[in-house]
């Protein structure tokens, strides 16, 4: 799973019918410490995320799992909304101070 954080929307008055009623959303992937990470990417939504939300999606065949029993076609869908993120950093140790390592 990766982050990203919902950037915009996508109407499509055409597209696949297994689509019809899934939304699509603008994802922006970024790091955990929430710098941007390449380009925006297209997802479907089974969360109900909205604009500027942080959240967590899957890519490739686990993608269209969220939907199952029903088969949608996706490439890319949004799993899950981010309330909290913690980072663990390693703590410096004792007579790491001359070599400058973390």
């Known amino acids: 799973m990766y982050l990203g954080r ?5 109407w499509a008055t ?6 019809t009623g899934h939304r ?4 922006q992937p970024v790091t955990p410490e929430l710098q941007d990470k390449g380009r925006p990417i297209v997802c479907t939504d089974w969360t109900g995320a909205g604009a500027g939300e942080l959240i967590y999606w ?3 065949r686990e993608a269209s799992f969220a939907f199952l029993p029903a088969e949608v076609v996706t490439d890319a869908t949004i799993v899950g909304i981010v309330d909290a993120i913690r980072v663990n950093r390693k703590r410096r140790r004792e007579g790491d101070e001359r070599s400058g390592e973390c």
Not at 6 to 10: I, L, Q, S, Y
Not at 14 to 19: M, S
Not at 24 to 27: D, E, G, K, P, R
């Open 6 to 10: 919902v950037v915009g929307r996508v």
């Open 58 to 60: 899957t890519r490739a």
């Open 24 to 27: 699509l959303l603008i994802v």
């Open 14 to 19: 055409v597209k696949n019918a297994n689509l």
